[in-house]
């Protein structure tokens, strides 16, 4: 009996470029309308840019933690492999003694496809490529308990580029090439946007686009791990020694130089789980309490308080002034602060997290598109930040809309808002991966560690100000 899977909407590039070459080809001989790759290409992108934020996402840039739950059908206990691991696993599998590993774990593995050979309606192999290693993915229909028909409406608009997740079990071919064996359909991760050149070799083009040239190029690849891997070996050198690291100070000396610094942002445009609406009722029910009145209907509308306000003699707050961003600031001030400063007694050194944080703060962050929350926490220990950690977005599209809302905010007097950076945008098109990390306070947390309230005393120099006057 074969298994019904439901088929995500997929834009199948090759079929329209076959119907545009037909329907551009007359009886006459005339010459038929060439579909090169750059044009297939071109059409994904005219296709995902027309589908809305939610349905592009849903379809093409899925979060990692859905993609891995629609695959995996026990996600908490599948392991998830990095290709250089999955292949150290098994580096000693071979056609003879397959039937041992056989029955081992399913594994999920991610990376970019570098190439798709087909063989038939029902079959491929594909080989993915990540930490500059590489694996081939075997794809058959009848390990997936599927039609033919229904295995090319899964896999026909893969193209190399292409960020992907797979999910099986380890595998050999008959020569001898370690693979593995899908047993659910393949994931997109990622769409790439532009086709893969097979080599960049002029200098020029190379120095303006570093990250196709990590892609076809393993001899530059091949340079940056060296450098890595030199600079390793120096500092192990060192340290086996008993050298200490240490940061000087770098200060420009000439007063004719204008000096440009980047201000760290505390607890800018934040807001606390459920803050705004939960908020609203508990200043209601403050209000009430301070004034001895009774609020007969404390989710109160905009005019409602206003009068409100009038009444006790107090003048309402000029917020048609405010942008969003704005907004969000004076909240956070007042409602977000306080509970991250760590004064009650029982509060003190327990962290504090900052989560649903509004995508407008976070325009860097992968966001909901319909609840308009960051998938972002930070995390505070009295008072003062120690993390800040969040998905990367990795949807072109979603990305260039939000630098467009930061350059409206700035226009608009916020300052701090982002710039918008289209090179950024046009390096996404080439398929970013899922991508998760955080950012860690070391000083701070070392000034924890060590019991020192001023940031200067676990600085070498001291702040700048103090290096000035040494």
Not at 91 to 104: A, G, H, L, Q, S
Not at 146 to 164: C, Y
Not at 246 to 265: G, L, N, Q
């Amino acid at each position: 009996m074969l298994r019904q899977v439901q088929s995500l909407p997929r834009f199948r590039l090759g079929r329209t470029a076959t119907w545009l070459s037909r329907k551009y080809t007359t009886n006459s001989g005339a010459q038929a309308l060439k579909i090169t790759e750059d044009s297939d290409f071109a059409f994904r992108k005219d296709h995902v840019e027309g589908l809305t934020a939610v349905e592009q996402d849903r379809q093409y840039y899925p979060r990692l933690r859905d993609a891995i739950r629609e695959l995996a059908d026990d996600a908490t206990h599948t392991k998830m492999l990095r290709v250089p691991e999955f292949r150290s696993l098994y580096r000693d599998v071979t056609p003879e003694n397959i039937k041992e590993f056989e029955n081992d774990s399913r594994y999920l593995l991610c990376g970019k496809i570098t190439s798709i050979r087909r063989a038939g309606k029902g079959s491929m192999f594909i080989d993915i490529r990540q930490d500059f290693d590489r694996v081939q993915l075997i794809v058959h229909h009848k390990v997936m308990d599927i039609d033919k028909e229904q295995f090319l409406d899964l896999h026909s608009a893969f193209r190399p580029g292409d960020q992907v997740i797979a999910f099986g079990n380890v595998g050999v071919t008959k020569v001898g090439e370690l693979s593995l064996k899908l047993v659910k359909p393949l994931k997109l991760a990622a769409p790439s946007l532009h086709p893969l050149p097979p080599r960049f070799n002029d200098v020029g083009k190379i120095n303006q686009n570093r990250v196709v040239d990590y892609l076809v190029n393993k001899d530059s690849v091949e340079v940056i791990l060296l450098r890595s891997r030199v600079i390793q070996l120096i500092r192990q050198f060192l340290e086996e020694r008993q050298f200490i690291s240490v940061e000087t100070p770098i200060i420009c000396s000439e007063s004719r130089f204008e000096r440009f610094h980047e201000t760290a942002r505390e607890l800018y445009d934040k807001i606390q789980s459920n803050g705004g609406k939960f908020r609203r009722l508990e200043f209601l029910d403050t209000l009430a309490q301070e004034t001895g009145e009774y609020l007969a209907n404390k989710d109160l509308n905009r005019e409602g308080l206003v009068r409100y306000y009038n009444k006790i003699g107090l003048s309402r707050p000029d917020i048609n002034s405010m942008n969003a961003s704005e907004l969000i600031n004076e909240l956070s001030e007042r409602f977000v602060e306080p509970q991250c400063s760590g004064k009650a007694s029982q509060d003190v050194g327990v962290p504090t997290f900052i989560y649903n944080i509004p995508e407008i703060s976070s325009p860097l962050s992968k966001s909901d598109s319909s609840s308009g929350i960051s998938y972002r926490f930070e995390m505070y220990i009295d008072g003062r930040e120690y993390m800040n950690a969040y998905e990367e977005e990795n949807n072109p599209f979603k990305q260039r809309s939000k630098f467009s809302q930061q350059m409206e905010n700035r226009l608009a007097g916020d300052n701090e808002s982002l710039l918008p950076d289209e090179r950024f945008v046009e390096f996404m098109e080439w398929g970013m991966p899922p991508t998760g990390g955080f950012g860690l306070g070391i000083d701070r947390l070392v000034m924890r560690l060590a019991g020192q309230a001023r940031i200067e005393r676990v600085l070498s120099f001291g702040r700048i100000t103090d290096v000035i006057k040494q």
